[in-house]
């Protein structure tokens, strides 16, 4: 089969498409023809070596995909059943080994390319703040880098929760957009201090940002919050006040969906399904998809990603 | 009636027996007459000033008692009912008012005194290792400060929940201590570093020393480790690498009992009965008891507590 194969270490511009061998199927598995492969920021980093490839899993990128299933293995899928799919890695490529608990259906009137584009951050939002934090109605959830991939989605979710949604951006023109798909209460961080905003009012905090915002996201988290970091824009070292903490009774929690092992991801699959799906199939939440390109301009793509010039979602069309 | 009385701000010795009113009930309260009142740390705290009263509850000490209902207000208990109270404050007097969610029956073949020595400590340990981090078979549960309060009962719960329990202490003496309690791995932190001897291995830690351990905290813990903060014995503010937490996937919670609405310390009050309560009347957890003191002595009790001098718990009896 055809792939994308990285022929520099660290280089991303030397992403090649290569001809390499077509996955072999392990017990439980099911081999996808893949047509649509979402590109995540993560990929970027590991072309830059900055993500190590858990043990076991592809060395070729991609993190999720949609398409046709080509060969069931031993599990009880069929061969034709078309399929978007939570990957350990591996979508930049015609073919692609899928665990079966990693399957999902493609959402109601959804493309191969819109349902490639929603796989990983619906997995991501819902495991971290649906099931980990337990954001529920009336809650006030603050939500970092509000016009990202991550934040447009979150917000969407939150409002379908029923939570008051708080979002932080750093342009008048991303506030909007976050304004748009819901948001309540829109902080331009360049201009005003969150934590002074939100001071002992947010229930759930989803950050990116990381070292950076840790004291003023322990500032702004109400009694009983629950802070989770998927992301560390800001930097990985910072100072914890526990005493700050132990006043909110707080909790900070820092997560990534890649490193866990097939049971936890086919929990979190099962999970996102039954409370994301009929979200997505009555289009209560949608998803931005930039343009698409097809799968030998995946280096030019993640180019794209590195530029910060994209504001919805690439996704690679094989 | 008759209760302690701190006469004078931030001087512990100046606790003096005086009269004061009998407390009034306010709605879904019982008067209970204390036979037995525990002491705690947080008291010898309170009476310095470090511990600051929640509003609306006594000013006088004491965060449980045992003892008889005296008035049983408009709740659906009975006058000379025998109960063990978790109290937001009032323990060190002749009476309290206590909400009906936070009367707990006395154990099987439990004195006043031993009921009243083993509330605060069931509540705390339960509702942070069972409800919150919700410690399981098989896991590792890491206790700092094995043979202290906190940590003899945790060590009991942890074996009797069939987890594999590391503590750490500062002598032979109390290490053996832990030991006899069913302790499996014993650490002296004065000749070895817990972090190095249980790296990536505690799933559960309950914690009372805060920012000095918490680098090495987050080493120990192990793959969706949840750290649970009840004490700062080390310094409130410490460095959190959030690289390191994400790596583990882990959570860090601070908490604390007293400052809860009564609805929240009601349900904690009923898990810990439901969960703990069967553990003691099976003697399956056990509680030692240094001494017990008459009401007046409240000073002197705490004056040994700041010495450090007792190994089991303090109760004074009224």
Chains 1, 2 share one sequence.
Not at 39 to 67: F, H, K, M, W
């Amino acid at each position: 089969m055809k792939a994308i194969v990285q022929t520099e270490e660290k280089v991303t511009a030397s992403l090649q498409l290569q001809e390499v061998p077509t996955p072999t199927l392990k017990p439980g598995e099911v081999l996808v023809q893949v047509k649509a492969a979402g590109i995540n920021r993560a990929d970027l980093l590991q072309t830059q070596g900055n993500y190590p490839v858990p043990a076991g899993a592809s060395e070729i990128l991609g993190l999720e995909c949609a398409g046709v299933i080509v060969e069931a293995g031993d599990t009880e899928n069929e061969v034709g059943q078309e399929v978007a799919c939570l990957l350990t890695g591996g979508g930049y490529a015609e073919y692609v080994a899928v665990p079966q608990g990693q399957l999902m259906p493609i959402p109601q009137g959804y493309s191969f390319v819109e349902a490639a584009s929603i796989v990983e951050v619906a997995c991501t939002v819902w495991s971290n703040i649906g099931m980990l934090a337990g954001l529920r109605e009336g809650q006030t959830f603050l939500i970092h880098g509000g016009a990202g991939g991550i934040g447009t989605f979150a917000i969407q979710m939150g409002k379908a929760l029923g939570a008051t949604v708080a979002v932080t951006a750093g342009s008048a023109e991303k506030l909007a957009t976050c304004k748009e798909l819901g948001a309540d209460i829109l902080i331009n961080y360049k201009e005003e201090d969150f934590a002074d905003v939100l001071k002992n009012k947010a229930d759930v905090i989803l950050d990116i940002i990381g070292a950076k915002y840790l004291t003023q996201n322990v500032k702004a988290m109400a009694k009983d919050g629950h802070m989770v970091t998927i992301g560390m824009q800001g930097g990985v070292k910072g100072e914890l006040n526990l005493g700050h903490l132990l006043a909110k009774r707080g909790t900070i929690s820092a997560t990534a969906l890649r490193g866990r092992d097939n049971a936890d991801k086919a929990r979190i699959v099962r999970s996102t399904i039954e409370n994301m799906w009929p979200l997505l199939d009555s289009k209560k939440i949608s998803h931005h998809i930039d343009h698409t390109l097809p799968l030998a301009k995946a280096a030019d793509a993640l180019q794209k990603i590195q530029d910060g010039t994209i504001t919805g979602k690439l996704v690679l069309e094989i």
